[in-house]
């Protein structure tokens, strides 16, 4: 795969949009706490990549102590093989790591026409979630889950740093997920990597086909974008392929619809 580059707000944000008027209801409330206030920075990345770098590590030694004890044969080259394939994976999920740290917002057309969103901030860091039926958006004031859009939407907020997962079932599956199965596929013995180059929505990607084992595939754009995903994930079949990026994200993503039913369960 050749070597290609990456791309290297204050005050506090509403998490919900302007009302004509204010609930009632004691000021310093939960509710109004949800207008948001600038997260804490998001911590860095580096245990993913130390974890990565071990791997490689102990990969090469592994082909070492073959490579040194055994006469050469296929099973040399099958080891250097799989040392490769081990660079293919870090490099994969080094971009998809680095993009935590950018600003952006991706489009995705999910399995049956239907279409996601994902958007990042840095400023302060944050993420959002949306899907046909739902949205997820987490950032340092709350955890907030919403079932349903528009005005039949009920949104449940609880403290922040929970579990940030989307359910399969929705379509979507996030970067942290990906990550965690590439890692696996990393590892695994009896999973086979098969590299290919290509451009999806006007962007060049990187994919990965995993062989064996848990199969799917994963594209990644150079910023490190996930461009496209084929494979099964908590048992449900999960298709997702690119059609927008952009450098950017909306306040609107963040925020929890006026028309919404929102649920504070953060402790007071």
């Known amino acids: 795969m050749p070597a290609t580059p990456r791309p290297v707000r204050a005050g506090r944000p509403p998490l919900r ?16 706490r949800l207008r948001g206030s600038p997260r804490r ?9 130390q974890r990565w770098s071990g791997a490689l590590r102990t990969a090469a030694l592994a ?17 250097a093989a799989g040392l490769a394939d081990e660079a293919l994976v870090s490099e994969a999920a080094d971009r ?8 952006w917002t991706t489009t995705y ?19 959002a979630y949306t899907w046909p039926s739902g949205s997820l958006i987490s950032t340092s004031e709350a955890l907030i889950r919403c079932a349903g859009a528009g005005d039949e939407a009920v949104c449940t907020a609880t403290s922040p740093g929970g579990d940030e997962s989307v359910p399969a079932s929705t379509g979507l599956v996030t970067p942290a997920a990906i990550l965690d199965m590439l890692e696996a596929a990393a590892v695994d013995p009896g ?22 084992g848990t199969g799917f595939e994963v594209c990644v754009t150079v910023e490190g974008t996930v461009a496209a995903f084929t494979g099964t994930v908590d048992g449900a079949q999960v298709e997702m392929l690119l059609t927008d990026y952009r450098v950017g994200s909306d306040e609107a993503d963040f ?8 649920d504070d369960r953060r402790p007071s």
């Open 191 to 212: 999973t086979a990597v098969v590299p290919r180059e290509t451009t999806i929505a006007g962007r060049y990607a990187s994919c990965l086909r995993f062989d064996g």
């Open 17 to 32: 949009t302007a009302r004509p008027a204010p609930r009632a209801g004691r000021s310093g409330s939960p509710a109004a």
């Open 96 to 103: 998809i790591a680095a993009a935590g740290a950018l600003t």
């Open 41 to 49: 920075p998001a911590a860095p990345h580096a245990d993913r990549r």
């Open 255 to 262: 925020t929890v619809a006026p028309e919404a039913r929102l």
């Open 109 to 127: 057309r999910l399995a049956g026409g239907a279409t996601a969103r994902v958007a990042r901030s840095q400023t302060p860091p944050r993420v």
């Open 63 to 79: 082909v070492a102590l073959l490579t040194g004890t055994t006469a050469c044969t296929g099973l040399d080259r099958a080891s």
